[in-house]
Protein backbone atom coordinates (compact mmCIF):
# COMPACT_ATOMS: atom_id res chain seq x y z
CA UNK A 1 0.00 0.00 0.00
CA UNK A 2 1.64 2.86 -1.20
CA UNK A 3 0.13 6.63 -0.30
CA UNK A 4 0.19 9.08 -3.43
CA UNK A 5 2.07 11.79 -2.59
CA UNK A 6 2.66 15.20 -4.24
CA UNK A 7 5.64 16.39 -6.18
CA UNK A 8 6.73 18.21 -3.67
CA UNK A 9 7.21 15.00 -0.86
CA UNK A 10 8.47 12.99 -4.16
CA UNK A 11 11.23 15.41 -4.64
CA UNK A 12 12.26 15.45 -0.60
CA UNK A 13 12.03 11.40 -0.97
CA UNK A 14 14.33 11.12 -3.85
CA UNK A 15 16.44 13.81 -2.21
CA UNK A 16 16.91 11.06 1.27
CA UNK A 17 17.52 8.36 -0.50
CA UNK A 18 20.20 9.80 -1.96
CA UNK A 19 21.41 10.50 1.10
CA UNK A 20 23.51 8.29 3.25
CA UNK A 21 23.42 10.89 6.70
CA UNK A 22 20.16 12.83 7.79
CA UNK A 23 19.62 16.39 6.91
CA UNK A 24 17.78 19.36 8.19
CA UNK A 25 14.79 20.64 6.99
CA UNK A 26 16.73 23.92 6.06
CA UNK A 27 19.60 21.68 3.90
CA UNK A 28 16.55 19.80 2.46
CA UNK A 29 15.35 23.54 1.12
CA UNK A 30 18.94 24.35 0.31
CA UNK A 31 19.32 21.26 -1.90
CA UNK A 32 16.44 21.26 -3.38
CA UNK A 33 17.82 25.07 -4.62
CA UNK A 34 20.40 23.58 -5.68
CA UNK A 35 19.00 20.78 -8.00
CA UNK A 36 16.47 23.61 -9.67
CA UNK A 37 13.62 21.94 -7.52
CA UNK A 38 13.24 24.77 -5.18
CA UNK A 39 10.26 24.49 -3.20
CA UNK A 40 8.90 26.79 0.21
CA UNK A 41 10.82 26.62 3.81
CA UNK A 42 6.90 25.95 4.48
CA UNK A 43 6.42 23.38 2.22
CA UNK A 44 9.90 20.96 3.28
CA UNK A 45 8.30 21.20 6.02
CA UNK A 46 4.81 20.73 6.08
CA UNK A 47 5.94 17.78 3.65
CA UNK A 48 8.52 16.47 6.06
CA UNK A 49 5.63 16.41 8.33
CA UNK A 50 3.12 14.68 6.01
CA UNK A 51 5.89 11.48 5.31
CA UNK A 52 6.66 11.11 9.23
CA UNK A 53 3.20 10.49 9.98
CA UNK A 54 2.81 8.10 6.72
CA UNK A 55 5.88 6.35 8.58
CA UNK A 56 8.60 7.09 5.69
CA UNK A 57 10.31 9.46 6.99
CA UNK A 58 11.88 10.12 10.60
CA UNK A 59 13.54 12.71 12.98
CA UNK A 60 16.42 12.46 15.08
CA UNK A 61 16.94 15.44 17.21
CA UNK A 62 20.85 16.50 18.32
CA UNK A 63 22.24 17.67 21.22
CA UNK A 64 22.08 20.99 19.92
CA UNK A 65 18.43 20.94 18.98
CA UNK A 66 18.62 20.14 15.37
CA UNK A 67 15.93 17.76 14.29
CA UNK A 68 17.87 15.51 10.90
CA UNK A 69 15.43 13.67 8.86
CA UNK A 70 16.57 10.86 6.88
CA UNK A 71 14.46 7.46 5.19
CA UNK A 72 12.80 5.21 8.14
CA UNK A 73 14.42 1.97 6.36
CA UNK A 74 17.54 3.21 8.24
CA UNK A 75 18.04 1.38 11.17
CA UNK A 76 20.83 3.14 12.45
CA UNK A 77 21.71 4.46 15.75
CA UNK A 78 24.88 6.48 17.21
CA UNK A 79 27.74 6.76 19.78
CA UNK A 80 27.72 10.59 20.17
CA UNK A 81 30.50 12.45 21.98
CA UNK A 82 29.05 15.34 23.59
CA UNK A 83 32.04 17.06 23.80
CA UNK A 84 33.26 17.33 19.91
CA UNK A 85 29.78 16.47 18.61
CA UNK A 86 31.08 13.31 16.42
CA UNK A 87 28.37 11.20 15.88
CA UNK A 88 29.95 7.40 15.11
CA UNK A 89 26.92 5.19 13.28
CA UNK A 90 27.13 1.80 14.60
CA UNK A 91 25.88 -1.17 12.90
CA UNK A 92 23.53 -3.09 15.47
CA UNK A 93 20.45 -2.90 16.45
CA UNK A 94 19.79 -4.35 20.34
CA UNK A 95 15.74 -3.79 19.88
CA UNK A 96 14.68 -4.94 16.54
CA UNK A 97 13.31 -7.94 18.32
CA UNK A 98 11.67 -5.94 20.98
CA UNK A 99 10.17 -3.91 18.51
CA UNK A 100 8.38 -6.73 16.81
CA UNK A 101 7.22 -8.04 20.38
CA UNK A 102 5.79 -4.67 21.12
CA UNK A 103 3.60 -4.69 17.67
CA UNK A 104 1.95 -7.69 18.42
CA UNK A 105 1.51 -7.51 22.44
CA UNK A 106 -0.10 -3.63 22.20
CA UNK A 107 -1.69 -3.82 18.39
CA UNK A 108 0.58 -0.49 17.68
CA UNK A 109 2.05 0.32 13.98
CA UNK A 110 5.79 0.89 14.99
CA UNK A 111 7.48 3.16 12.48
CA UNK A 112 10.73 3.55 13.73
CA UNK A 113 12.61 3.61 17.34
CA UNK A 114 15.60 5.75 18.29
CA UNK A 115 18.56 4.56 20.58
CA UNK A 116 21.41 7.37 21.23
CA UNK A 117 24.39 6.62 23.03
CA UNK A 118 26.48 9.53 24.80
CA UNK A 119 29.63 10.39 26.20
CA UNK A 120 32.82 10.82 24.98
CA UNK A 121 35.15 9.82 22.17
CA UNK A 122 38.94 8.29 22.37
CA UNK A 123 40.14 11.61 21.15
CA UNK A 124 38.15 13.70 23.80
CA UNK A 125 38.86 11.32 26.71
CA UNK A 126 42.32 11.65 26.00
CA UNK A 127 41.77 15.16 25.72
CA UNK A 128 40.61 15.53 28.27
CA UNK A 129 43.35 14.09 31.10
CA UNK A 130 45.67 15.89 29.31
CA UNK A 131 43.89 19.26 30.07
CA UNK A 132 43.25 18.13 33.66
CA UNK A 133 47.26 17.16 34.15
CA UNK A 134 47.80 20.44 33.08
CA UNK A 135 46.24 22.21 35.25
ZN1 LIG B 1 34.75 13.84 20.95
ZN1 LIG C 1 17.29 0.04 15.82
Same mark, same amino acid.
Given at each position: ???????????? *??? =? @????????? /????? +? !?? #???????????????DALKLEGLVQVRTLAN?????????????? *??? =? @????????? /????? +? !?? #????????????????????????CQESGVRSQESE
Open positions: MRAIHTRSQERI *LNL =L @QNLKQGISA /QDIYV +E !LR #NLKQSMGLATVYRSLGEALYSLTQQDKHH *LTC =L @QCGISIPIH /QCPVH +E !LE #NQLQTSHQFKVFYHTLEFFGLCTK
